[in-house]
């Protein structure tokens, strides 16, 4: 019998930095048991509990990551042995790289301290990595982000094959660091064919696996019932006259800044009656709150904020690597606008509108307008789409494409 060993080597996991950790701790979760594989698996629907027999043994999952966000949280399942490390994210060249950082444009880190910043932290975490690792281990590494050259060093030490998930630009962005990560790799995964395309196009690597954002949409949000219940209370609170509201969640220079400062002021004069409502917090949102159409409601759960909302927006400038929460909009009926970069047209489906250039205000606000118009139908379709990301789909394909690396 082939006994499945993972070693999972990446700077955060839990507690999560964000959606990239949750992601690939529900994966591992859901690893840790016998399960199918994707090839067969019948059509899931969100919420709705189905018998799925197992064809494929559990995976005995290690995984190591630093412990600078606190305490776990109980994120990942007791079948995965995590080891948390006292390694810092931060030293003295990320904070001369976010103290030079660029003052127009995406406004990033120095480019050139950042690079030095990573590349300390990566060898150290070579180090520790590498006196985690078992004595002839065997089995599959598996990494992602921003210390994935760090895990992958130490892999090549150990004669470990590695997996690769790239969930955002960094890869791009330093390209000379995630070369060997990438075209050394076994597998590259990614959220959505757009998103491997784009890494195809600058990197040369050896196989690929599109492994959808893996949502457990029951675990978070409760029964399909439930959730049609919150959204239809939500409208009947807002009522008929309602002024026509476009949701944004999260704002960075990556995920739209300078479009939303030119999308609110012509807002105003093209669709006065409009507002926007951003969610989340910090000074990129906090730059915002001088538009009078803008609503700052800070950090908030989304099951909170999609029932009263008439459409989700979503942008990015670079990598389009599947926003998860246009999901989460659409298990709430709540149709979404994104742009055409990477997998973004792949999350929104047939539920909501991809425009092909966002830079384009009144084109993007066109859109805003026809799609607020066809809501209920648009929003049927976005929550039937949901069902891509189902968790339950996403471990079984993650599973069939590491079962692939096996048979090699």
């Known amino acids: 019998?082939?006994?499945?060993?993972?070693?999972?080597?990446?700077?955060?996991?839990?507690?999560?930095?964000?959606?990239?950790?949750?992601?690939?701790?529900?994966?591992?979760?859901?690893?840790?048991?016998?399960?199918?594989?994707?090839?067969?698996?019948?059509?899931?629907?969100?919420?709705?509990?189905?018998?799925?027999?197992?064809?494929?043994?559990?995976?005995?999952?290690?995984?190591?990551?630093?412990?600078?966000?606190?305490?776990?949280?109980?994120?990942?399942?007791?079948?995965?042995?995590?080891?948390?490390?006292?390694?810092?994210?931060?030293?003295?060249?990320?904070?001369?790289?976010?103290?030079?950082?660029?003052?127009?444009?995406?406004?990033?880190p120095r480019p050139w301290a950042h690079?030095?910043?990573?590349?300390?932290?990566?060898?150290?975490?070579?180090?520790?990595?590498?006196?985690?690792?078992?004595?002839?281990?065997?089995?599959?590494?598996?990494?992602?982000?921003?210390?994935?050259?760090?895990?992958?060093?130490?892999?090549?030490?150990?004669?470990?094959?590695?997996?690769?998930?790239?969930?955002?630009?960094?890869?791009?962005?330093?390209?000379?660091?995630?070369?060997?990560?990438?075209?050394?790799?076994?597998?590259?995964?990614?959220?959505?064919?757009?998103?491997?395309?784009?890494?195809?196009s600058a990197?040369?690597?050896?196989?690929?696996?599109?492994?959808?954002?893996?949502?457990?949409?029951?675990?978070?949000?409760?029964?399909?019932?439930?959730?049609?219940?919150?959204?239809?209370?939500?409208?009947?609170?807002?009522?008929?006259?309602?002024r026509p509201r476009i949701t944004v969640v999260g704002v960075t220079p990556e995920k739209g800044l300078a479009t939303y400062h030119a999308l609110l002021p012509r807002l105003s004069e093209r669709w006065p009656e409009a507002e926007v409502e951003f969610v989340g917090d910090g000074a990129f949102i906090e730059e915002l709150r001088r538009y009078p159409n803008a609503l700052l409601r800070g950090a908030q759960p989304v099951e909170d904020v999609f029932p009263f909302t008439d459409v989700h927006l979503l942008l990015v400038e670079t990598t389009g690597s599947w926003g998860r929460v246009i999901n989460e909009a659409g298990l709430h009926r709540v149709p979404s606008v994104t742009c055409s970069i990477g997998s973004q047209p792949e999350a929104v489906g047939p539920g909501g509108l991809v425009v092909n250039d966002h830079r384009d205000i009144d084109a993007l606000i066109d859109g805003l307008r026809d799609v607020v118009e066809q809501r209920d139908v648009l929003g049927q379709r976005a929550l039937e789409h949901t069902a891509v990301v189902d968790h339950r789909r996403s471990v079984a394909c993650f599973r069939e494409a590491l079962e692939g690396v096996l048979s090699r």
Not at 16 to 33: D, I, K, T
């Open 1 to 108: 019998m082939v006994v499945r060993h993972l070693h999972v080597a990446v700077r955060d996991l839990d507690p999560p930095g964000g959606g990239a950790e949750r992601s690939l701790a529900a994966l591992l979760n859901g690893l840790a048991h016998a399960g199918p594989v994707a090839s067969g698996l019948p059509h899931l629907v969100p919420t709705v509990p189905v018998d799925l027999p197992p064809t494929h043994e559990a995976w005995q999952i290690r995984a190591i990551c630093s412990e600078a966000r606190g305490a776990a949280t109980g994120l990942l399942d007791p079948n995965v042995d995590l080891r948390r490390v006292p390694l810092a994210h931060e030293g003295v060249w990320s904070r001369v790289a976010w103290g030079l950082r660029q003052r127009n444009g995406e406004r990033r």
């Open 115 to 200: 690079h030095r910043h990573l590349k300390r932290r990566n060898a150290q975490f070579e180090r520790v990595v590498s006196e985690w690792l078992p004595t002839e281990a065997t089995g599959i590494g598996v990494t992602q982000l921003d210390w994935a050259p760090g895990a992958v060093a130490a892999f090549v030490k150990a004669g470990l094959p590695w997996v690769v998930f790239v969930r955002d630009e960094i890869v791009f962005r330093f390209p000379d660091l995630y070369r060997p990560v990438l075209e050394g790799a076994a597998l590259v995964c990614g959220a959505g064919e757009g998103l491997l395309a784009q890494v195809r």
């Open 203 to 242: 990197f040369q690597l050896r196989a690929t696996a599109n492994v959808p954002l893996p949502i457990d949409f029951g675990g978070r949000f409760g029964t399909i019932e439930e959730v049609a219940a919150r959204v239809q209370a939500a409208r009947a609170e807002r009522g008929e006259g309602a």
